[in-house]
């Protein structure tokens, strides 16, 4: 079957770095997405990575190793307005989005 | 990136009746998805509204219960009939370029619908 791993939750502070995993098992690759979703709202494009490496867009980063089915978003300098659910999304040989449960940050002062 | 607008954003619905929702994009799209997500749950992808041909429908989600239409490439309705309390969730509409293109989705705002 199709599996994305992420943590269900994590705790950071203000001004910190937060990297948070995902791990998958998928038919097939074609890329892997970060997105954000504030509570009571819709999901929010991150990134995108097909390619093993970082991919570096100002606080955000994600990381991708398809050798070891590995991600990671990396949140720097974080923020209150970061807390929110990171979801990480698999697209499978058939082009469809494989979901994981996502991971709720939650930012202390 | 498209911007998506679904109507109703909320609404509470008696148990046995039957909701609408539209989504509307301001550009042509080529793939359009209806997602359901439980309160504190991530998504579960109910279809893949289909331009001109009947929806594809996952695993657990039959046309029955949610008949989908999308007559073109920038709208779509998802129905959610006879209605029972478990169906109280958020429905989230999305789009993508499409295979080829881009496989990124741009969501839509949601319907928060709550049945009694």
């Known amino acids: 079957g199709q599996n994305i791993d992420q943590p269900t939750e994590m705790t950071a502070t203000e001004g910190a770095i937060v990297q948070i995993n995902c791990t998958y098992q998928?038919?097939?690759?074609?890329?892997l997405f970060w997105y954000q979703q504030h509570a009571g709202e819709a999901p929010t494009f991150l990134s995108y990575?097909?390619l093993d490496g970082l991919e570096e867009k100002g606080r955000f980063s994600s990381f991708l190793s398809r050798s070891k089915g590995y991600s990671y978003l990396l949140l720097k300098e974080l923020q209150m307005k970061d807390s929110a659910s990171y979801l990480c999304?698999?697209?499978?040989?058939?082009?469809?989005?494989?979901w994981g449960a996502g991971t709720k940050l939650i930012i202390k002062p | 990136s498209a911007v998506i607008s679904q109507k109703p954003s909320r609404d509470i619905c008696q148990r046995g009746t039957s909701l609408t929702i539209q989504c509307q994009v301001d550009?042509?799209?080529?793939?359009m998805f209806w997602y359901r997500q439980q309160p504190g749950q991530s998504l579960t992808l109910i279809a893949t509204?289909?331009?001109?041909?009947?929806?594809?429908?996952e695993s657990g989600f039959v046309i029955d219960k949610f008949p989908i239409s999308r007559p073109n490439l920038t709208f779509s309705t998802l129905t959610v009939s006879n209605m029972s309390p478990e169906d109280s969730s958020i429905y989230l509409c999305?789009?993508?370029?499409?295979?080829?293109?881009?496989?990124?989705?741009?969501f839509g705002p949601g319907t928060r619908l709550t049945v009694t």
């Open positions: 990575n097909v």
């Open positions: 999304a698999v697209v499978d040989s058939n082009y469809q989005l494989i």
């Open positions: 998928t038919s097939g690759f074609n890329g």
């Open positions: 550009s042509q799209v080529t793939m």
């Open positions: 999305s789009v993508a370029g499409g295979q080829g293109e881009t496989y990124e989705q741009y």
């Open positions: 509204a289909n331009q001109g041909s009947e929806a594809t429908y």
